[in-house]
């Protein structure tokens, strides 16, 4: 695997033609990206594999997201399909840290849908909560709240999240019908 990019040497990369592929949700790369990256979100990069394989082979791929967990896994994926490409170190968040511009979608384009990391936090927080009322009256419900604390550890310590990856498939964090047909398109313009 290549070794991750610094935001400077990504925006220089940028000037050399690489293509940067960002692989959050529609609606976390609506908010913010780098400017020019083509969503595919992460359970999508499969569906795209023999478009990417052109692409890298043309102009190089350079995998971005938040802060690098899900690029580390699509890079993953794509070394196992024999693609090159490279990940952003710290995401988009080290990308806006080192002062570097965000693009943002055409408000018609942007969702008002939360941020992943905001609906991981309700969702844990309420089966934590419903766990621990419903373990008032039955005791054994309590391993509800125990699951869920010991699921925020594993991430914390793992740097992946399955209930991110859970959520991702829900409707609303889906990609819009006609989203990788604009993916395909981008990945061959």
Same mark, same amino acid.
Not at 30 to 39: D, E, I, S, T, W
Not at 158 to 168: N, P, R
């Given at each position: 695997?290549?070794?991750?990019?610094?935001?400077?040497? *990504?925006?220089?990369?940028?000037?050399?033609?690489?293509?940067?592929?960002?692989?959050?949700?529609?609606?976390?790369?609506?908010?913010?990206?780098?400017?020019?990256?083509?969503?595919?979100? *992460?359970?999508?990069?499969?569906?795209? *594999?023999?478009?990417?394989?052109?692409?890298?082979?043309?102009?190089?791929?350079?995998?971005?997201?938040?802060?690098?967990?899900?690029?580390?896994?699509?890079?993953?994926?794509?070394?196992?399909?024999?693609?090159?490409?490279?990940?952003?170190?710290?995401?988009?968040?080290? =990308?806006?840290?080192?002062?570097?511009?965000?693009?943002?979608?055409?408000?018609?384009?942007?969702?008002?849908? =939360?941020?992943?990391?905001?609906?991981?936090?309700?969702?844990?927080?309420?089966?934590?909560?419903?766990?621990?009322?419903?373990?008032?009256?039955?005791?054994?419900?309590?391993?509800?709240?125990?699951?869920?604390?010991?699921?925020?550890?594993?991430?914390?310590?793992?740097?992946?999240?399955?209930?991110?990856?859970?959520?991702?498939?829900?409707?609303?964090?889906?990609?819009?019908?006609?989203?990788?047909?604009?993916?395909?398109?981008?990945?061959?313009?």
């Amino acid at each position: 695997m290549n070794t991750p990019l610094t935001p400077s040497q *990504l925006e220089s990369r940028i000037a050399d033609g690489v293509l940067v592929v960002d692989v959050r949700s529609a609606s976390e790369y609506a908010r913010g990206h780098v400017p020019g990256a083509v969503n595919l979100p *992460l359970d999508s990069v499969r569906d795209l *594999l023999p478009d990417l394989r052109e692409t890298a082979r043309r102009r190089g791929l350079a995998v971005v997201c938040a802060s690098g967990a899900r690029s580390r896994t699509a890079c993953e994926q794509l070394e196992r399909a024999g693609i090159e490409a490279t990940e952003l170190a710290g995401g988009t968040d080290a =990308w806006q840290g080192a002062g570097l511009p965000l693009a943002v979608s055409d408000e018609a384009d942007r969702r008002q849908v =939360w941020a992943m990391d905001r609906q991981v936090r309700f969702a844990a927080g309420a089966l934590v909560l419903t766990g621990f009322a419903l373990g008032l009256r039955f005791p054994r419900a309590r391993l509800l709240s125990a699951g869920v604390a010991a699921g925020l550890v594993y991430s914390g310590v793992s740097g992946t999240c399955g209930m991110a990856a859970v959520l991702a498939k829900l409707p609303h964090n889906r990609p819009r019908p006609g989203a990788l047909d604009t993916a395909r398109a981008a990945l061959h313009s």
